[in-house]
Every structure is written in structure tokens, then in C-alpha cells.
């Protein structure tokens, strides 16, 4: 059975720009690591934070819940005034987790929360939850979910296991109220060994209807292989994907995948489609890129593909993140060194040109996260070195000046794994960037969120 939650409240907080990071607390002290942080910003500049939390590490190790916290902004003081942390999905069940959420602005001032519900005694779910706007007097919002701990189910009756379903929740004008696009994988087949996995992901847009949401779940791309020794494992190919609306009516699409070539040697790579919208049907592709690494037995393995736009670009650039690994054998075992890359892509013209990223001695990269504005790109990262092997956040940034030239960089020693990041813009304002990411504070085991906001240009 799972421990009783100890719900003390927990004073509410002020965030402010260009302070240091603050760390959000979850709704239960005794909960175990908080991972998979995510983050939106309203047309407010309000934000919601979002993270998957292990519910009881003693009792119900490995069991996860969606937790959030509301930021509301406050124009007077140009601050953010916290609410208390939120469940939005919880386990119903032992041996029930609820799995990597995403989070996207819909309507311009609310969002739309979704997670995948994966059962280790049955079939797996994908959910949503709709989070309402909130005031800075106020920072507490109102979930509109089914019941508590409950998302709105969308599809159910499949499965993702080995790879884990990963939702991606989008948004368009072009939307009707309190309409959202959510794409995911769902595995089809799995053969070992070598490891084969096929999988495919579909599309569905949430539609509400009398209190009740509905939606029709269709095959986006089908039949994608994940396939090599290392599929399945934690550092090989799990078929991340990534979604974004660069333009009302373009929908960009990115995933990992893993292909075999000939006997055991396959190619990995970060696929993406450019498709187009239209309401009430299901995105069409319209151009297909790839991006790919070398083929062999122990090949480079690309993974974890990460979008970003400007929204007030006039041109269709998109910045286009990747984790990379390099696999080799060192004295009979496997052992991999990590790296990150990035792409600009021109979706009109179809050029794509590499961001010129600068190699460290004995320093690992990883999970890179980009955020691009109309001046300026910037990627966010975890590194670690061999001397000191603890996470910290790393950043490279280009303003339009400098922009094809070696970013300035920042390896700060600011604790901080898994960085999640969104820009707020504006015309007639200055920019804020939040970035969150997840530590393990001072005097505690496990791994809380921070978050942190920069004001202006990174």
C-alpha cells in the first residue's frame, strides 16, 4: 500500500529575474526523486512547472505521480508569486506509474497538461488535464480533470513498454476552445535479440464535449524502427519524439530512431517532418529531413531531439538539438562518452547548417535543451567532468551578430541536471527565459526542481 502523504503547506514563494535559482517544493517531503521537468509561459507571463515525482521509494519503488506549481506574475513588481505544489496524476494502483508529462499554453492563458499512465499488470494510457489561469493574489489554479489524481484519457488499451510512452502536447490558434494536439509512441512489436522494436506514433486532438474530452487517436508515422544492441537500454534508443507549431498551420515533428543496415550494424538517427494543418484533420507531412550518424555495430547514437522557434521570427528557423553518444568497448565492456549537437533548419529553403559547438577536454555534454529569440539562440545543458562528477548546467549562446561563429559558453557551477526552458517575447518588453531543472539540495537524498528566469537576452 502506499504511505500516507505528510501534506504540511508550505509557505508560498517569490521568483525573481535574475536572482539565484529557487527550488519548488513537491507535495509530499518524504517523496522520492523529482525528474522530467517541463515548463510553459501564458500570454501573462504566467508559468506552470511541471515534474514527474516517485510517489513512496520505500513501499512503492518505481510508482510515479504528476506534480505542478503555478507561477503568477505580478507587472507592478515585475515578480512571481509561487502556489502551493499540485497532483495532477497519481497512481491508482501499485505498480502504476504516471510518465514523463509535457505542458503547453493553450487559449493564451491556460495550459494543457498530458502524461502517459503505464501499468505493469495491464495495458497504458495516455491523459490531459487542463491547468486555469491564476492570479499573483492568488496563485493556486483550478485543474479541470475528471477526478483527482485523473487526466481525461485520450487513448488507452496499448502498450509503449520497453521504450515508455512519451507525450507531446501542442497548440494552434487555428484550435477551437480549450482544444490541444497531443502526438505519442506506442510500441508495436518487439523482437530480441538483437533488438528489434517497431513502433509508431499517432496523433490526437483533444476535443471537449459536455464536460467529457474525446478525441480520435491516428497513425501520424507509422512503422518506426528502434532497433540495435542497445535499444530498450537506458542510454540506447528509446524513440523520444518532440513536437512544436512553428506557424498556426506547420506542425514540426522530430524523434530518434535506430535502423538496422545489415546483420547486426545499423545507422542511427534524429528524423523530422514538417507537416501541415488543418483543423479537424490529421497533420499531413509535407517534407521529410534527417539527420544521421555513422553506420555500425557500436554507431554514434543520436537521441533526445529538442525543438525551438522564435515566435516573433519572420523567417520558418528552427534550431534543432540533439544528445549525442559515442559507443566504444573499453577492457570487454561497453562504455559510451557523451556529446551534444545542434542544426539550424530553414524550413522554406530546406537548408540546414550546424551550429559550430566547441569540444572540452574531459568534460561530458548533455540533454541539451535549445531556446531561440528573435536576436539571439541559446543551448542549455548538463556537463560533468572527470574531477568533479556532479551535474551542472552549462550554456552556450549567439546573439544575430555572432550567430555561425563559436558561442560564448558558460560552464557554471550552479548545481542542476535535465534542463527544461521557454522564452517569453515581446515588442514592446523585455524578454524572460525560465529554465528549470532538477538538483538535490543541500542536506536532502533526493532530486527536487528549480527554476530560475532570466530577463532580456539570455
Same mark, same amino acid.
Given at each position: 500500500?502506499?504511505?500516507?502523504?505528510?501534506?504540511?503547506?508550505?509557505?508560498?514563494?517569490?521568483?525573481?529575474?535574475?536572482? @539565484?535559482?529557487?527550488?519548488? @517544493?513537491?507535495?509530499? +517531503?518524504?517523496?522520492?526523486?523529482?525528474?522530467?521537468?517541463?515548463?510553459?509561459?501564458?500570454?501573462? #507571463?504566467?508559468?506552470?512547472?511541471?515534474?514527474?515525482?516517485?510517489?513512496?521509494?520505500?513501499?512503492?519503488?518505481?510508482?510515479?505521480?504528476?506534480?505542478?506549481? =503555478?507561477?503568477? =506574475?505580478?507587472?507592478?513588481?515585475?515578480?512571481?508569486?509561487?502556489?502551493?505544489?499540485?497532483?495532477?496524476?497519481?497512481?491508482?494502483?501499485?505498480?502504476?506509474?504516471?510518465?514523463? @508529462?509535457?505542458?503547453?499554453?493553450?487559449?493564451?492563458?491556460?495550459?494543457?497538461?498530458?502524461?502517459?499512465?503505464?501499468?505493469?499488470?495491464?495495458?497504458?494510457?495516455?491523459?490531459?488535464?487542463?491547468? #486555469?489561469?491564476?492570479?499573483?493574489?492568488?496563485?493556486?489554479?483550478?485543474?479541470?480533470?475528471?477526478?483527482?489524481?485523473?487526466?481525461?484519457?485520450?487513448?488507452?488499451?496499448?502498450?509503449?513498454?520497453?521504450?515508455?510512452?512519451?507525450?507531446?502536447?501542442?497548440?494552434? +490558434?487555428?484550435?477551437?476552445?480549450?482544444?490541444?494536439?497531443?502526438? =505519442?509512441?506506442?510500441?508495436?512489436?518487439?523482437?530480441? @535479440?538483437?533488438?528489434?522494436?517497431?513502433?509508431?506514433? #499517432?496523433?490526437?486532438?483533444?476535443?471537449?464535449?459536455?464536460?467529457?474530452?474525446?478525441?480520435?487517436?491516428?497513425?501520424?508515422?507509422?512503422?518506426?524502427?528502434?532497433?540495435?544492441?542497445?535499444?530498450?537500454?537506458?542510454?540506447?534508443?528509446?524513440?523520444?519524439?518532440?513536437?512544436?507549431?512553428?506557424?498556426?498551420?506547420?506542425?514540426?515533428?522530430?524523434?530518434?530512431?535506430?535502423?538496422?543496415?545489415?546483420?547486426?550494424?545499423?545507422?542511427?538517427?534524429?528524423?523530422?517532418?514538417?507537416?501541415?494543418?488543418?483543423?479537424?484533420?490529421?497533420?499531413?507531412?509535407?517534407?521529410?529531413?534527417?539527420?544521421?550518424?555513422?553506420?555500425?555495430?557500436?554507431?554514434?547514437?543520436? /537521441?533526445?531531439?529538442?525543438?525551438?522557434?522564435?515566435?516573433?521570427?519572420?523567417?520558418?528557423?528552427?534550431?534543432?538539438? =540533439?544528445?549525442?553518444?559515442?559507443?566504444?568497448?573499453?577492457?570487454?565492456?561497453?562504455?559510451?562518452? +557523451?556529446?551534444?549537437?545542434?542544426?539550424?533548419?530553414?524550413?522554406?529553403?530546406?537548408?540546414?547548417?550546424?551550429?559550430?559547438?566547441?569540444?572540452?577536454?574531459?568534460?561530458?555534454?548533455?540533454?541539451?535543451?535549445?531556446?531561440?529569440?528573435?536576436?539571439?539562440?541559446?543551448?542549455?545543458?548538463?556537463?560533468?567532468?572527470?574531477?568533479?562528477?556532479?551535474?551542472?548546467?552549462?550554456?552556450?549562446?549567439?546573439? #544575430?551578430?555572432?550567430?555561425?561563429?563559436?558561442?560564448?559558453?558558460?560552464? /557554471?557551477?550552479?548545481?542542476?541536471? /535535465?534542463?527544461?526552458?521557454?522564452?517569453?517575447?515581446?515588442?514592446?518588453?523585455?524578454?524572460?527565459?525560465?529554465?528549470?531543472?532538477?538538483?538535490?539540495?543541500?542536506?536532502?537524498?533526493?532530486?527536487?526542481?528549480?527554476?530560475?528566469? /532570466?530577463?532580456?537576452?539570455?
Amino acid at each position: 500500500m502506499f504511505a500516507p502523504l505528510l501534506l504540511g503547506l508550505v509557505a508560498a514563494q517569490t521568483v525573481q529575474a535574475d536572482q @539565484p535559482p529557487v527550488v519548488l @517544493p513537491v507535495v509530499d +517531503p518524504l517523496a522520492g526523486r523529482a525528474d522530467h521537468c517541463e515548463i510553459a509561459v501564458n500570454a501573462d #507571463r504566467d508559468f506552470l512547472a511541471i515534474w514527474q515525482v516517485e510517489v513512496d521509494p520505500v513501499n512503492a519503488p518505481g510508482d510515479l505521480r504528476i506534480e505542478a506549481v =503555478y507561477g503568477a =506574475y505580478d507587472p507592478a513588481t515585475g515578480t512571481w508569486a509561487t502556489g502551493q505544489p499540485v497532483i495532477l496524476g497519481a497512481p491508482q494502483k501499485l505498480g502504476e506509474r504516471c510518465h514523463k @508529462p509535457d505542458v503547453v499554453e493553450i487559449d493564451s492563458k491556460d495550459f494543457a497538461v498530458v502524461w502517459a499512465r503505464l501499468d505493469d499488470n495491464g495495458t497504458d494510457a495516455v491523459e490531459a488535464v487542463i491547468v #486555469r489561469d491564476a492570479s499573483f493574489a492568488s496563485p493556486d489554479p483550478l485543474v479541470e480533470a475528471p477526478a483527482a489524481g485523473m487526466g481525461f484519457v485520450l487513448d488507452s488499451g496499448f502498450t509503449g513498454e520497453p521504450l515508455g510512452i512519451v507525450p507531446e502536447v501542442v497548440w494552434s +490558434p487555428l484550435m477551437g476552445d480549450d482544444e490541444f494536439g497531443v502526438l =505519442y509512441n506506442v510500441v508495436l512489436s518487439d523482437t530480441a @535479440p538483437p533488438r528489434s522494436i517497431d513502433m509508431e506514433l #499517432r496523433w490526437v486532438l483533444a476535443q471537449p464535449s459536455g464536460g467529457v474530452w474525446s478525441g480520435t487517436p491516428d497513425a501520424l508515422i507509422p512503422n518506426i524502427p528502434i532497433d540495435g544492441l542497445l535499444a530498450g537500454q537506458v542510454d540506447g534508443s528509446k524513440g523520444l519524439i518532440e513536437a512544436s507549431f512553428v506557424a498556426d498551420d506547420r506542425l514540426l515533428v522530430a524523434w530518434e530512431q535506430a535502423e538496422f543496415q545489415t546483420g547486426t550494424k545499423y545507422r542511427a538517427s534524429i528524423q523530422l517532418r514538417d507537416c501541415s494543418f488543418t483543423p479537424g484533420v490529421t497533420p499531413v507531412v509535407q517534407q521529410n529531413f534527417a539527420f544521421e550518424s555513422g553506420t555500425g555495430q557500436l554507431a554514434t547514437l543520436l /537521441r533526445r531531439p529538442k525543438m525551438a522557434m522564435s515566435s516573433l521570427e519572420t523567417r520558418p528557423l528552427v534550431t534543432l538539438a =540533439y544528445f549525442e553518444i559515442r559507443i566504444s568497448f573499453n577492457q570487454g565492456a561497453l562504455s559510451w562518452l +557523451p556529446g551534444i549537437g545542434a542544426w539550424e533548419i530553414n524550413l522554406d529553403t530546406g537548408d540546414v547548417h550546424p551550429y559550430a559547438l566547441p569540444v572540452f577536454d574531459n568534460v561530458e555534454r548533455r540533454l541539451p535543451l535549445p531556446v531561440a529569440t528573435q536576436n539571439a539562440r541559446a543551448l542549455f545543458f548538463s556537463w560533468l567532468s572527470n574531477t568533479q562528477p556532479t551535474h551542472h548546467l552549462g550554456e552556450m549562446y549567439w546573439t #544575430r551578430k555572432t550567430f555561425g561563429n563559436p558561442p560564448g559558453v558558460n560552464l /557554471r557551477q550552479d548545481v542542476g541536471k /535535465r534542463p527544461a526552458a521557454v522564452a517569453f517575447e515581446s515588442l514592446t518588453d523585455v524578454d524572460h527565459v525560465f529554465v528549470i531543472s532538477q538538483v538535490t539540495p543541500p542536506g536532502e537524498t533526493e532530486t527536487r526542481p528549480q527554476i530560475e528566469i /532570466r530577463e532580456g537576452n539570455f
